[in-house]
């Protein structure tokens, strides 16, 4: 099993439309999660950490459940240039090393 | 303005021929890390540091080195690069506690070993 699992997509959807992707994590250890967007082989931009508490910014909304060991994203209202891989990132710390684990990302594909 | 920056940006070499690829950080951050990114198996982690003179191995650290004599630089360095070493690379920092913050990354390094 990987240790951050992604539905790579892609998931098409229209302009104004309301999209969801979930992430799954293996290790209950992982301490800080993140939601990154990378546009074509660009670098990754940081878009939401994310909180135990969930956090919003504007259109996107950020959960953790920590329980079941996965994150998600909900973005609302779609425009066109949200268009994008979104790549969930998780932190783990054990024994003094700190990694950041990536999935293989989601693609969104937002329609006219 | 804050940022990363990585060099060179593209580079087509030969099996054998030492190569390194810098990185640079105008952050004061304290971690730093190389990522190879492939299609299909998303960005791994080669190798990381928490601060000056201390570093270790990500996922794949096989077939590179780095150093880390000065906070804002990072260079990777392949001492043998081969064809399966051909990728695109980012460089990336962070300032959070114990190196669990958000990470911002260079603009990539396009390398492709014949």
């Known amino acids: 099993r990987k240790e951050v699992e992604q539905d790579p997509g892609p998931f098409n959807v229209p302009e104004g439309a309301t999209v969801a992707f979930n992430c799954t994590y293996s290790n209950s250890a992982s301490q800080s999660f993140f939601w990154y967007r990378q546009d074509c082989r660009k670098e990754p931009k940081l878009l939401m950490s994310v909180y135990s508490s969930g956090n919003e910014d504007g259109r996107f909304t950020a959960q953790l459940n920590r329980a079941s060991q996965y994150i998600s994203l909900l973005i609302r209202d779609s425009k066109l240039s949200d268009s994008a891989t979104y790549l969930c990132v998780v932190n783990m710390a054990s024994s003094g090393t700190y990694k950041y684990i990536f999935g293989t990302g989601t693609r969104l594909k937002v329609l006219a | 303005e804050a940022q990363v920056t990585q060099n060179p940006r593209y580079l087509i070499t030969v099996t054998g021929k030492k190569l390194t690829v810098t990185c640079s950080q105008n952050?004061?951050?304290?971690?730093m890390s190389w990522y190879r990114q492939d299609p299909g198996l998303g960005l791994r982690q080669i190798y990381y540091?928490?601060?000056?003179?201390?570093?270790d191995k990500g996922d794949v650290p096989e077939g590179y080195k780095v150093s880390r004599k000065e906070k804002r630089n990072f260079p990777l360095i392949l001492e043998s690069p081969s064809p399966n070493q051909t990728s695109l690379y980012f460089c990336?920092?962070?300032?959070?506690?114990?190196?669990?913050?958000?990470?911002?990354f260079g603009p990539g390094t396009r390398l492709t070993v014949t």
């Open positions: 952050m004061n951050h304290e971690y």
């Open positions: 540091s928490m601060n000056v003179e201390v570093t």
């Open positions: 990336a920092s962070s300032g959070g506690l114990a190196g669990g913050g958000e990470q911002y």
